[in-house]
């Protein structure tokens, strides 16, 4: 590492993720920093800018990476937040790594390069494991999130959670903890870890530890129905219309009934963007479901279908689901998208230049919408 005049005569070590991923030969991203022995004045004085609410965090002028003050966490009050922060000059490296959730998550490097792995990450990374650091694991309920997200990352690589952490995440399901999280906090790890390499892995090791029991009742109610929710969240549409991660959730999602989804996703305040991605894909859904089961597409349930995506003034919802369509259903793919061209060619502007106003121009345009659908199909 390039010593920066800024830093000379402090003792910095380059931290966390950079360090962990690094030594696995991943892209390093973002770099995080501890600074042991300052104050934060003397931060200040070199031309760090202070962002840190809870603890002294420091904004490099130039490169604006993190720099943090070495610092150690007590216990007091529930959830993820409820720490006292010691930070001090008397306070160590090695103090400062004690307290990190994963011992690959707390090693450090020093300016020469040399690695600092008082609890054994390195070990750990060549074994593929996902062990805790300290028995103080159990204080921070969002660590089981965070565990299982890492397992979401790495499990291609053929990581595991380590059999002694995973009793410390049952033993922070059963306590009760994990109902102090807020439901910003838990969205924020479930939605990174839907864009994580192997997002099934995430809510697979949720609940084996009986977290999602706790924090998405409604997912966790049958095992055999999130199994193959998991089992579909590979199975995307591949469209440019929506994020992996978006689509993920509405496939995890789409078997529940719609209050069970709705309960769910309120209560993690998922944002809009998910929840109506969600919604149109149980539509559809229940569009392919019903298909299968009677044999038949009538044009009416199809109309209803489009209708119930909003097709008709959000046309750029059709063409996603439709490539969903064909990945699950290929013989109803092309029926549909037949009947979607003959219904979308039925011009308001006609009706209205022959005379239909209100009431009369939407059941006129309802008519003959699905009196086009109906000839769509009636030509397959």
Not at 51 to 76: C, I, M, N, S, W
Not at 85 to 95: G, I, Y
Not at 181 to 209: H, I, N, P, S
Request: hydrophobic share 45%.
């Amino acid at each position: 590492m390039t010593r920066d005049p800024r830093l000379v005569g402090l003792a910095v070590y380059r931290v966390g993720g950079a360090v962990r991923d690094a030594l696995l030969g991943r892209p390093v991203v973002d770099q995080d920093w501890v600074v042991v022995g300052a104050t934060p004045d003397a931060m200040i004085r070199r031309g760090f800018k202070p962002v840190g609410r809870d603890f002294p965090v420091f904004l490099h002028p130039e490169t604006h990476e993190e720099y943090a003050l070495a610092r150690t966490e007590r216990k007091q009050g529930h959830g993820y937040t409820g720490f006292v922060v010691h930070a001090d000059p008397s306070v160590t490296l090695e103090e400062d790594l004690e307290r990190r959730d994963l011992t690959i998550n707390a090693m450090a490097e020093s300016p020469e390069g040399e690695l600092v792995d008082p609890f054994h990450g390195r070990v750990d990374l060549e074994a593929r494991l996902l062990r805790h650091v300290s028995p103080a694991f159990v204080e921070d309920p969002l660590r089981v999130l965070r565990t299982a997200r890492f397992l979401a990352r790495y499990r291609s690589l053929g990581f595991r959670v380590a059999d002694d952490t995973l009793i410390l995440m049952r033993r922070l399901a059963e306590s009760g903890e994990l109902a102090h999280l807020v439901a910003e906090r838990v969205w924020v790890e479930t939605e990174k870890a839907l864009g994580e390499q192997d997002a099934a892995a995430y809510f697979a090791c949720l609940m084996d530890c009986g977290a999602l029991a706790m924090l998405m009742p409604e997912l966790a109610a049958d095992r055999a129905a999130l199994e193959a929710a998991l089992a579909r969240l590979e199975r995307l549409p591949g469209t440019e219309v929506g994020t992996p991660a978006q689509w993920r959730w509405a496939r995890l999602c789409e078997h529940l009934d719609d209050p069970a989804r709705e309960t769910l996703q309120a209560r993690l305040k998922v944002p809009n963007v998910y929840t109506n991605l969600s919604r149109q894909v149980a539509l559809t859904r229940r569009l392919w479901r019903e298909a299968s089961t009677l044999q038949v597409l009538t044009a009416e349930r199809l109309r209803a279908w489009f209708d119930g995506i909003d097709a008709w003034r959000r046309s750029e919802r059709v063409a996603p689901l439709l490539a969903l369509l064909e990945r699950e259903h290929p013989a109803l793919a092309e029926p549909v998208s037949r009947a979607w061209r003959a219904a979308a060619a039925v011009s308001p502007r006609v009706l209205l230049d022959e005379g239909f106003k209100g009431g009369a121009l939407g059941a006129e345009l309802a008519r003959r919408r699905q009196a086009a659908i109906a000839a769509a199909l009636d030509a397959a």
